[in-house]
Each structure stands twice: as C-alpha cells, then as structure tokens.
C-alpha cells in the first residue's frame, strides 16, 4: 500500500512499548483531518453497494474529491456516517496506514520568566468554523486548550 504523507507507521519507533488503540486514536493519529482521496480508494475496499461505488468516484475524479472535501470537510467520524458499510469493516492495520500521524501544533510563547516566574503562558486562537455543508468543525489542540482551566498544568 503507497500511502502518501506520515502515517502512525511511520510513528512506530516513537511509540510508548504497550499503547492501547484507544491512545492510538486519542494522542497520534489525526482523526479531524479530511480523509484523502488515496484512502476513499482504500476504503473502497472494505465497502458495499452504493458506498463503496461513491468511495471509488471519489477516488478517481480529482473534481467530485474536491467538491466533497470542500463541502463536507469529512474527518473520520463524518466518513464512518457518510459511508455506514465501512462500520466495523475496516482493519485497524488499513486505519493505522491510512490516518495522518498527529502532528506538533506550535504556539507562541506570550509570557517572560522575568515577570511569571515558572509560569508558562501561550497564545492561540481557537479554531472553529462550518464546513459548507453546515456540520461544525473544531480544532484539535486549540479547542482541547480553551476546554482547560486557566490554572491546568499541560504536562
């Protein structure tokens, strides 16, 4: 399987000894990020019926992939609705190829030692828009962020 970009394969090295699936999808895969159109190929696969036929269009026309990302901005969650034959059908191993390994975000640093001693203080902007399809979409880190107290210690 080529699958473009870092996956959680190539992560492997990086990962603690025993890791639970629920960690995998939690702390390093990117599971918000759109589903590419070399994975709708893959996904294919494991579909039925009208789904996997609409995997395998999206997969196949540069044109009708970017009009359904443009319009749905589909994470892993909206393909699993979108395309319900893939419930309980796909591998973890073809998830594990296909989903974006979590990438670092990076904020600015917004405080000096001098004046908050052993505070850390960082600046951001919450992320939160609507695909045009209406459904609400959220940033990763940045909403987990604005979740935390103003005290909460991040390690």
């Known amino acids: 399987m080529d699958v473009l970009g870092d996956t959680m394969l190539d992560l492997i090295p990086q990962l603690p000894d025993l890791v639970t699936i629920y960690s995998l999808f939690a702390h390093y895969l990117d599971i918000t990020t759109p589903i590419s159109a070399e994975a709708t190929q893959h996904l294919a696969a494991y579909a039925s019926g009208q789904d996997a036929l609409q995997l395998l269009d999206l997969a196949t026309s540069e044109t009708?992939?970017?009009?359904?990302?443009?319009?749905?901005?589909?994470?892993?969650?909206?393909?699993?609705?979108?395309?319900?034959?893939?419930?309980?059908?796909?591998?973890?191993?073809?998830?594990?190829?296909?989903l974006p390994a979590l990438t670092p975000r990076l904020y600015s640093i917004a405080s000096s030692e001098n004046n908050t001693p052993g505070e850390l203080h960082i600046t951001y902007h919450v992320v939160n828009f609507n695909a045009a399809d209406g459904k609400k979409k959220h940033g990763v880190c940045s909403t987990w962020l604005a979740s935390l107290k103003p005290s909460a210690a991040l390690v």
Request: one cysteine or more; hydrophobic letters at 50%.
């Open 64 to 98: 009708r992939y970017a009009e359904f990302i443009g319009k749905h901005w589909p994470n892993l969650v909206d393909v699993l609705e979108m395309f319900p034959t893939l419930q309980g059908n796909v591998p973890l191993s073809l998830w594990l190829c296909i």
